[in-house]
């Protein structure tokens, strides 16, 4: 009879954001499949937790996937953590769970603690609708270009980002998205827990002033608004663009990016049969 793969999500900082059925889960595993065997050590020594620990990183996943399927397929239990927070979420583990389920293996999510839940939920800005975007590219140009990609996106932008290149994504955040609300989140549940608030100009000041920025940072930023006036009609809104001299079809493809909506609801709105 097959096993059991448990996603069991650990703390991001404080040891005590651990909920019982994550300490019952990982003292009952067969195995536990960590990032790092020392820093998932930590956790399981404050718990007096005796589980064998295994290494499942970036640079051994491919291998050790396909070992602990095995090892699943035997019947063993496995705990997949990360170092911080919910595994999967910009960390390893997407291998094995792919490799279980296609051996009809029972994946159960021991859900907890997650950083980009966290700072969403005290940052201030709306929580309606996010995009989650892991981390942002490390180059400049590639980075800028992710912006743009997401620049109308109508949800609040979440990111993951290393202390030495926060105040230059700030910066291209600037350039690329404008004067929209930033908020840094910086060493989340630890003793230098952190929230910064402004315009990304106003938070990259901020942190420019300082001797050195350290720590885990989310990064979040506001929710494009729509540039054509909201209080106005689609069909009004399409007539505009007319008037500003472009073709109705083109104007009607215009309205559909303002309001994020189908080409087709926009043709519906004003009446306009599809060519």
Same mark, same amino acid.
């Given at each position: 009879?097959?096993? !059991?793969?448990?996603?069991?999500?650990?703390?991001?900082?404080?040891? %005590?954001?651990?909920?019982?059925?994550?300490?019952?889960?990982?003292?009952?595993?067969?195995?536990?499949?960590?990032?790092?065997?020392?820093?998932?050590?930590?956790?399981?020594?404050?718990?007096?937790?005796?589980?064998?620990? #295994?290494?499942?990183? *970036?640079?051994?996943?491919?291998?050790?996937? %396909?070992?602990?399927?095995?090892?699943?397929?035997?019947?063993?239990?496995?705990?997949?953590?990360?170092?911080?927070?919910?595994?999967?979420?910009?960390?390893?583990?997407?291998?094995?769970?792919?490799?279980?389920?296609?051996?009809?293996?029972? #994946?159960?999510?021991?859900?907890?603690?997650?950083?980009?839940?966290?700072?969403?939920?005290?940052?201030?800005?709306?929580?309606?609708?996010?995009?989650?975007?892991?981390?942002?590219?490390?180059?400049?140009?590639?980075?800028?270009?992710?912006?743009?990609?997401?620049?109308?996106?109508?949800?609040?932008?979440?990111?993951?980002?290393?202390?030495?290149?926060?105040?230059?994504?700030?910066?291209?955040?600037?350039?690329?998205?404008? %004067?929209? !609300?930033?908020?840094?989140?910086?060493?989340?549940?630890?003793?230098?827990?952190?929230?910064?608030?402004?315009?990304?100009?106003?938070?990259?000041?901020?942190?420019?002033?300082?001797?050195?920025?350290?720590?885990?940072? !989310?990064?979040?930023?506001?929710?494009?608004?729509?540039?054509?006036?909201?209080? !106005?009609?689609?069909?009004?809104?399409?007539?505009?663009?007319?008037?500003?001299?472009?073709?109705?079809? *083109?104007? #009607?493809?215009?309205?559909?990016?303002?309001?994020?909506?189908?080409?087709? *609801?926009?043709?519906?709105?004003?009446?306009?049969?599809?060519?």
């Amino acid at each position: 009879m097959s096993g !059991t793969l448990y996603l069991v999500a650990t703390p991001i900082g404080n040891l %005590e954001d651990i909920t019982y059925r994550a300490v019952r889960t990982l003292r009952e595993a067969d195995v536990i499949a960590c990032e790092d065997t020392r820093q998932t050590r930590k956790l399981l020594d404050h718990y007096a937790i005796a589980s064998p620990l #295994v290494s499942y990183h *970036e640079h051994n996943e491919a291998a050790r996937a %396909e070992e602990l399927a095995s090892k699943l397929q035997a019947g063993a239990s496995v705990a997949l953590v990360s170092d911080a927070g919910m595994p999967l979420v910009s960390d390893p583990g997407y291998r094995l769970v792919r490799a279980a389920i296609g051996a009809g293996i029972r #994946v159960v999510p021991v859900p907890g603690p997650s950083a980009l839940v966290a700072a969403l939920a005290a940052s201030g800005l709306p929580t309606d609708a996010f995009f989650f975007g892991g981390f942002l590219p490390p180059k400049a140009g590639q980075r800028a270009r992710t912006l743009e990609a997401l620049r109308d996106e109508p949800a609040t932008l979440i990111f993951y980002e290393a202390p030495h290149r926060i105040i230059e994504t700030l910066g291209d955040i600037e350039n690329v998205l404008g %004067e929209r !609300t930033v908020v840094v989140a910086r060493e989340l549940t630890k003793v230098h827990e952190e929230f910064l608030r402004g315009t990304a100009a106003e938070v990259r000041a901020a942190l420019a002033a300082r001797p050195s920025v350290k720590g885990e940072i !989310t990064l979040l930023v506001g929710k494009a608004t729509a540039s054509r006036a909201d209080d !106005t009609t689609v069909e009004a809104a399409v007539e505009a663009y007319i008037r500003e001299g472009v073709s109705r079809m *083109e104007a #009607v493809k215009k309205v559909a990016k303002d309001r994020h909506l189908p080409k087709r *609801e926009v043709y519906r709105l004003t009446q306009i049969e599809k060519p």
